[in-house]
């Protein structure tokens, strides 16, 4: 579904992905876990095209994505919930829904979808004619998600869903992303929160300083004794 082919990536002169090579495939959760400034973010931000290629392929679908612009990659189904929520926080919690279907005509079914992502998030039920600045953290990104699946995505791309979130809400949350998969929307997760991650992913690759130095089925990763010293307390 998802492939990336020795991908280098600048910000200015900072190299930050340096030849990452990964592949996501159809209903998996795929997770990419490494330290703060490992590279996680900048590979969620290349594969939604906010961010471009200096070198390497990227493809999905088997469609080379390396020069699609960020709103032709959301039609051709691809969404992110971005890192730190970014609601729309003037808007209320149906706005939100509503921008998230920016490029559907078919009125009846986003309503229909509006409905799942109710029944996925009671709560953005109850809050619907809120503003969505004054949620809490995890009912933001409930939100964020939500809007995230308004565009019927193929895959979803997550960036640090747990950041800042009660334990009780990380559980919540994650329980979630694996109720979204089964579902059959396939998943990339970026997450600081190793153990949470490699509890549901299928797959797993480890980044350091924009490199893949690890990469497996996710229990193979999390009984590692490397992955286990640096990222789960082990």
Excluded: C, W
């Amino acid at each position: 579904m998802l492939v990336l082919e020795n991908v280098h990536v600048y910000y200015g002169a900072i190299h930050a992905l340096k030849g990452i090579s990964l592949e996501v495939n159809n209903g998996e959760i795929v997770t990419l876990i490494g330290s703060n400034g490992a590279g996680k973010s900048t590979s969620l931000k290349t594969i939604s095209g906010l961010l471009r290629p200096k070198q390497g392929k990227l493809s999905f679908n088997g469609e080379d994505l390396s020069l699609v612009q960020p709103q032709a990659i959301v039609s051709k189904g691809i969404s992110q919930v971005p890192e730190g929520r970014r609601v729309f926080a003037n808007m209320t919690v149906m706005e939100n829904l509503e921008l998230g279907a920016f490029l559907r005509k078919d009125k009846g079914e986003i309503k229909k979808d509006i409905e799942k992502v109710f029944e996925l998030f009671p709560r953005l039920n109850e809050r619907k004619g809120q503003l969505s600045g004054t949620l809490s953290g995890g009912e933001q990104q409930m939100l964020a998600m939500g809007r995230a699946l308004m565009s019927r995505p193929q895959l979803l791309l997550l960036d640090e869903p747990s950041m800042g979130l009660a334990p009780i809400l990380v559980k919540q949350i994650f329980s979630i992303v694996q109720e979204i998969n089964s579902t059959g929307t396939t998943i990339l997760l970026v997450e600081q929160n190793a153990h949470m991650a490699l509890s549901i992913a299928h797959r797993a690759y480890v980044i350091e300083t924009g490199k893949i130095v690890l990469a497996g089925d996710s229990k193979t990763l999390a009984a590692s004794e490397e992955v286990k010293k640096a990222y789960l307390g082990g």
